[in-house]
């Protein structure tokens, strides 16, 4: 036990009333979990984590330090306005950090695999590849002229991706193990697109799915619905707000990226809006339709059932279909 945790307990053992009616409320810090984790097993009645957004007095406030920025988070515990966000259980935040570390890992591969690129791009070197750490790519890079610094860097960047590979295949193995403990999983994995990993960072970020009243919560919480303006009575609706979860956000997309003509009804929803606005477009909504898919069928407990169109999309009369301008804002 470290020294901040015995000065907390002590401190918290001094208290003039019972643990068990105590309400505390902490900051979103990096490590607010580890001080819920104390406060729980010193046996404080209920944990409230602040929603940072929305304790702007903080923000605003001049005197920026611990202790002033703790009465004001007392005095909205207090008055019972606390902005709250969401405190995931311990098992989810122990999955979240598993996932977000395997997406640490693969990101620096990901950079790791475009470095090289660049090395050989500075050199008017093109490899055909797309894959430029697969077997034929490294083949080629091994018979290809290069300068001995460039030769030294390419030749470093793909033993990190070696590396990184194997930490990452031994990160999967964990997650699917993980998986296991979780049934949402098994009924998100039905969903076209979302195979194990996704489903479990759909899992790991959503947590408990029932906190959200309706889809349109969630995908606010993903950051996939449009900023709106108003002004003289006349609402605008500008580009998605990209404010929650970018984990889940970029594992909607990705999944969305893969839309095909199997998906049915939900290829043609894609295929709709991108030929009325642009492939970006198009990838945001469906993945705001997938991730309300998500919602409905883990409420459920059921399987994803894909519906095919009545007719292929080739014959569908586009101008009998109305879209919203902003396509993101469709459900």
């Not at 929603?51 to 903080?58: E, G, Q, T, V």
């Not at 750490?133 to 030769?151: K, Q, Y």
């Not at 979302?194 to 960072?201: E, G, P, S, T, V």
Request: contains cysteine; aromatic residues 6%; hydrophobic residues 40%.
């Amino acid at each position: 036990m470290s020294a901040n945790e015995k000065d907390t307990k002590t401190r918290l053992a001094l208290l003039p009333v019972s643990l068990a009616r105590t309400v505390a409320a902490i900051e979103s810090v990096e490590h607010y979990g580890w001080y819920a984790n104390i406060l729980i097993e010193c046996g404080v009645g209920e944990v409230k984590l602040a929603n940072p957004y929305k304790l702007r007095l903080i923000a605003e406030n001049p005197l920026k330090n611990d202790k002033k920025d703790a009465e004001i988070i007392a005095s909205y515990l207090r008055s019972g306005t606390l902005p709250e966000s969401y405190l995931a259980p311990a098992d989810i935040r122990d999955l979240r950090e598993l996932v977000r570390t395997r997406m640490y890992l693969a990101k620096g591969r990901t950079s790791a695999k475009i470095r090289i690129r660049n090395a050989l791009s500075k050199h008017d070197l093109t490899c055909r590849y797309k894959d430029i750490d697969g077997e034929r790519a490294r083949a080629w890079l091994t018979n290809t002229v290069l300068p001995t610094e460039s030769r030294r860097e390419v030749e470093s960047l793909l033993r990190l991706i070696t590396s990184l590979d194997n930490e990452i295949a031994d990160f999967e193995v964990a997650m699917k193990e993980r998986a296991k403990h979780y049934p949402e999983v098994k009924t998100l994995k039905t969903i076209p697109g979302i195979a194990d990993i996704r489903a479990l960072i759909i899992m790991a970020e959503v947590g408990d799915f029932s906190r959200f009243p309706n889809t349109n919560k969630l995908a606010a919480f993903a950051g996939l619905v449009p900023r709106s303006y108003s002004s003289g009575g006349k609402e605008r609706l500008g580009r998605i707000t990209k404010r929650g979860s970018s984990l889940l956000r970029h594992a909607m997309v990705q999944a969305a990226q893969q839309a095909h003509p199997k998906w049915g009804e939900l290829y043609i929803f894609y295929t709709n809006i991108k030929e009325r606005t642009h492939t970006g477009a198009a990838k945001v909504a469906l993945a705001r339709k997938m991730l309300g898919i998500c919602w409905h069928l883990v409420q459920k407990n059921e399987p994803f059932r894909a519906r095919s169109p009545i007719e292929p999309a080739s014959s569908v009369d586009k101008s009998m279909i109305v879209i919203p301008r902003v396509a993101h804002h469709l459900r």
